[in-house]
């Protein structure tokens, strides 16, 4: 099925940086993405992790996104490809735990489900200038975060980044929302991304591992 009207909008308005409208998103395919991944994990935090980075891969892979496509078939590959890369990392088989949608679809034959050509792997230059841009961007950041004295913003994408921690447990130790900590990953991942483009690369991959 493909994508109606209403989730066009929405898409529209996310690529946008309306942060109400990635909200929405999030709000409507949460509760189906987390019932998913949580029924091949058995563990409700890993599977809130997961889902989590389903929304930042999606964020990430918006500049090849074709809004003819079926979002939650699109939105469930990211999930199931998440689920693999977490799956791997436990040193367990993906197959062995998940072959199909809730639809009885194999996962490689759901709409969206190949992997994006942003997935294939670069030349060791080019990832070299990526990461060299990535490290420089966040340095820029993290000024201006300084200069305007947001070290709410600050503490919460240390966290997140380099001790890699959850939304959840980020928003308990801080005292803030989950909507707040999604907020300013999401917002971080946008300016970063801007930056990228104004260079001439592409992070289209950041959030995806």
Same mark, same amino acid.
């Given at each position: 099925m493909a994508t109606t009207d209403a989730e066009a909008l929405l898409v529209r308005q996310v690529r946008a940086g #309306?942060?109400?409208?990635? =909200? &929405?998103?999030?709000?409507?395919?949460? !509760?189906?993405?987390? %019932?998913f991944v949580d029924s091949r994990l058995r563990d409700r935090g890993a599977s809130e992790d997961v889902v989590q980075e389903t929304f930042v891969g999606f964020l990430t892979s918006l500049p090849h996104y074709d809004e003819k496509r079926d979002m939650?078939?699109? /939105? @469930?590959?990211? %999930?199931?490809?998440? /689920?693999? #890369?977490?799956?791997?990392? &436990? !040193?367990?088989?993906?197959v062995d735990q998940f072959g199909s949608d809730d639809h009885g679809r194999p996962l490689d034959e759901v709409p969206g489900g190949g992997r994006p050509a942003s997935s294939i792997a670069r030349s060791d230059e080019r990832r070299k200038a990526e990461e060299r841009l990535l490290t420089e961007a966040l340095g820029q950041l993290v000024k201006e975060w300084q200069a305007r004295a947001d070290f709410d913003r600050?503490?919460?994408?240390?966290? /997140?980044?380099?001790? !890699?921690?959850?939304?959840? #447990?980020? %928003?308990? @130790?801080?005292?803030?929302?989950? =909507?707040?900590? %999604?907020?300013?990953? @999401?917002?971080?991942? !946008?300016r970063l991304k801007d930056m990228a483009r104004r260079a001439g690369l592409s992070l289209d991959e950041l959030g995806a591992g």
């Open positions: #309306d942060a109400s409208a990635w =909200q &929405q998103l999030i709000e409507r395919y949460e !509760g189906r993405l987390l %019932a939650e078939a699109y /939105l @469930f590959s990211i %999930a199931a490809h998440k /689920l693999t #890369d977490h799956l791997r990392k &436990q !040193g367990r088989r993906p600050l503490r919460c994408l240390e966290l /997140l980044i380099v001790k !890699g921690w959850a939304n959840k #447990d980020v %928003a308990k @130790f801080l005292e803030i929302t989950e =909507q707040a900590v %999604a907020s300013y990953k @999401f917002q971080t991942v !946008g």
